[in-house]
């Protein structure tokens, strides 16, 4: 791919266990946190779980719990509390990472001519399944099946994209990708290739899954694919398997010569990507297949014309799976060895050690992991390895596995794989971005409009806002200002801020948030300039605040109000 073919990152959003947001992962990767919960047994009771299950020896009681499950802001997104109820906790979540990834972006409130489009996907709605059906809670009025499907319209995977263009008026291309466990960096991919045949201008690509509403634990069976002990230990010699777990990741996309030209702010850069089958060359429909993973490193690699030899680290599908891992190792070390003799230099891992299997969602998550691991210059060790798979001679491969973080070492450029139970497989390339020019003028004083759909909201936008300012140094007051005057929605409850450097804008958010660093401060001081205290006023009246000099800047996205919208299943205990 030529420079104009590469794909700029501007956007990202996730919720993961033990994480709202890129940061939080990034803190717990780097520092070894393992977000896989395991539980009580009477933590067990308390879920609901019948007395022979809790005391099963087969159960275990571990999961990649997602704190808020249940919970929503349906007001936000235009749902009544009995629409948001019946509506399928994949679906909510993606609601919220697309909105996120947006306003990261700094096009929380994009230009009706602008094309945004969206490609997605998430698992079987398994809460129509449990909670739902059959439900007298539910039930419709006429009792027949048909009925259902007036009832629950739009709730399958087909709808996921086409619900985020609805609630958020976005008029590009909307498309359901479905493509098991690989299906959110299939969407990636299919959303880039989007942008360079120019049918969207912008394009959020990712997924959701909701693998268990109960997030407790699951069933193991000898042989199968689940792990014998609730922890996941890809590309180990003791991996039995793998730990599911329920979250939502997405990134937003942007041709690099338009983020470039438009002074964009870019986490990373999407180089090359490449989608494949594996055909039936494999030992069932379920198995994953050597030939068609080696293809598709190999396809990503080419299209990109990159070099093996310059590829640092590969986050891997690395599911825990004896035999998923050791083909993997296998099809990696094939693609590679067409172009390097080297081995030994390239880090292996995945991000499923510490959240689980995220399925609809797994393959997205990588690839935010591996957009921070390139920003930062630091590769997260893989938890719970400690001796290479029994199969594979990993020394012989151009591959390490570490349990323990290592700096980057050669140009920062990494693969992510993900790959999909029917054989569908996604690989994707991605690279630093260009150097961002620094721009030394700050105009003496900036006006920070803020808005939200409730007073609560508000208050809690301009404590994050604060903390953000507080917390880093060089921070352009000017950015922020231009972002938030261009890059969100503009929603009824409106403050404003002025300041004339970021002290005396923390301090005024923090009257705005009511906390106890706002005594005597005041969001709009009597010295400021007679312009930006009218801007400010009409702001608050519900107006517009013109754009000024300043450029796109990842600020903190919006503090949903969530609450719960749940339903529970047929015959619960709780």
């Not at 721009?439 to 404590?463: H, I, K």
């Amino acid at each position: 791919m030529t420079d104009d073919d590469r794909i700029a990152i501007v956007g990202l959003a996730c919720r993961v266990p033990g994480a709202e947001g890129p940061a939080e992962l990034w803190a717990n990767l780097t520092g070894a946190v393992d977000a896989v919960r395991r539980f009580s047994a009477t933590d067990l009771t308390s879920a609901g779980l019948p007395a022979e299950t809790v005391t099963d020896p087969g159960f275990v009681p571990a999961f990649g719990w997602l704190a808020g499950l249940t919970d929503f802001d349906a007001a936000l997104f235009g749902y009544s509390a009995a629409d948001a109820a019946l509506l399928d906790p994949q679906h909510r979540l993606f609601l919220e990472v697309a909105w996120w990834a947006l306003e990261d972006g700094g096009y929380g409130r994009t230009d009706p001519e602008t094309q945004v489009g969206v490609f997605a996907g998430c698992g079987a709605n398994r809460y129509l399944r449990h909670h739902l059906l059959g439900n007298p809670a539910v039930q419709p009025a006429g009792g027949l099946m048909e009925d259902w499907d007036d009832l629950l319209a739009g709730g399958t995977c087909d709808y996921l994209p086409s619900r985020v263009a609805y609630a958020l008026d976005l008029k590009g291309p909307a498309v359901a990708v479905q493509t098991s466990c690989s299906s959110s960096l299939v969407a990636v991919c299919q959303a880039a290739q989007s942008l360079l045949d120019y049918r969207c201008d912008l394009a959020i690509a990712g997924g959701a899954a909701v693998v268990s509403t109960r997030q407790v634990g699951y069933r193991h069976r000898p042989g199968g694919t689940l792990a014998a002990d609730g922890a996941c230990r890809p590309y180990d010699a003791d991996a039995s398997g793998q730990v599911f777990g329920n979250g939502a990741g997405a990134v937003l996309l942007k041709r690099l010569a338009d983020a470039v030209a438009d002074d964009d702010h870019i986490h990373g850069v999407l180089a090359g990507w490449a989608v494949n089958n594996d055909g039936a060359d494999r030992a069932g429909f379920t198995a994953p297949g050597f030939t068609g993973q080696a293809a598709v490193v190999a396809e990503a690699l080419a299209a990109a014309d990159w070099q093996p030899a310059d590829v640092g680290f590969v986050e891997g599908h690395g599911s825990g799976t004896a035999i998923g891992d050791a083909l993997e190792i296998e099809s990696l070390t094939r693609a590679y060895r067409m172009r390097t003799d080297r081995s030994g230099y390239c880090v292996l891992g995945s991000v499923k050690s510490g959240v689980g299997n995220l399925d609809a969602a797994a393959g997205v998550v990588g690839l935010i992991k591996a957009v921070l691991a390139v920003r930062h210059g630091v590769i997260p060790g893989t938890l719970h390895f400690r001796r290479p798979h029994r199969d594979i001679d990993l020394a012989a491969t151009p591959f390490v596995v570490s349990a323990t973080e290592q700096k980057w070492a050669g140009p920062r450029r990494a693969g992510v794989s993900s790959f999909g139970l029917g054989g569908t497989n996604a690989h994707v390339l991605v690279e630093e971005p260009p150097v961002r020019p620094v721009v030394d003028a700050e105009p003496p004083w900036a006006l920070l409009p803020l808005s939200a759909a409730d007073p609560r909201a508000l208050r809690q936008l301009a404590g994050r806002l604060a903390e953000h300012l507080d917390s880093r140094a060089g921070t352009s007051l000017t950015d922020a200002a231009y972002t938030l005057a261009t890059g969100r929605a503009r929603l009824p409850h409106r403050a404003a801020v002025v300041a004339r450097d970021l002290s005396g804008a923390v301090a005024a958010l923090r009257s705005v948030a009511g906390g106890p660093e706002s005594e005597g401060a005041r969001p709009v001081p009597g010295d400021a300039p007679a312009e930006l205290r009218d801007q400010a006023a009409g702001w608050r009246r519900g107006g517009a605040v013109p754009a000024t000099a300043g450029r796109r800047t990842p600020l903190p996205g919006y503090p949903f109000q969530r609450d719960r919208h749940w339903i529970e299943p047929p015959g619960s205990r709780r």
